[in-house]
């Protein structure tokens, strides 16, 4: 089920049961789950932040069935301050990827460089591009 919404021009849809492209596709099912980590890094490592993330998440998406994507941005204003978003096309290959000994010693490498960790899990409310 989706609801349309217009708003300033653009084209909104609310998302019940998967994420609907403007043509009325479906490309994300009802239990893709999202995973996000913020990270505040202690200055002086983040270049050895990034190339870590960049192993882990070419070992996740190899490595882990249903790994759509992962994406870490940077702060434009604050260089160490960065967010991690993983895309994973159900709980079980999130529990998967969230239980296999790679995640837990990356993450477990990640947070040493860091000064502040935050991570959270979310579903898709609300689905929106042109």
């Not at 932040?49 to 996740?60: A, T, V």
């Not at 992962?70 to 159900?90: A, P, T």
């Not at 995640?103 to 460089?113: L, N, P």
């Amino acid at each position: 089920m989706k609801q349309r919404l217009a708003a300033w021009g653009s084209e909104y849809y609310l998302m019940r049961d998967s994420t609907i492209s403007l043509s009325g596709e479906s490309i994300m099912g009802e239990d893709t789950i999202f995973s996000i980590g913020e990270w505040t890094v202690t200055p002086g490592k983040e270049a050895l932040f990034l190339e870590r993330w960049r192993e882990f998440s070419r070992w996740s998406l190899n490595h882990i069935n249903g790994g759509r994507w992962v994406y870490v941005v940077q702060d434009r204003e604050q260089n160490n301050k960065f967010m991690s978003f993983g895309i994973w096309e159900s709980p079980e290959d999130y529990t998967e990827w969230r239980h296999s000994t790679k995640f837990k010693s990356a993450f477990a490498e990640f947070s040493a460089m860091c000064d502040k960790v935050a991570y959270s899990t979310s579903t898709e409310v609300l689905h929106r591009y042109r």
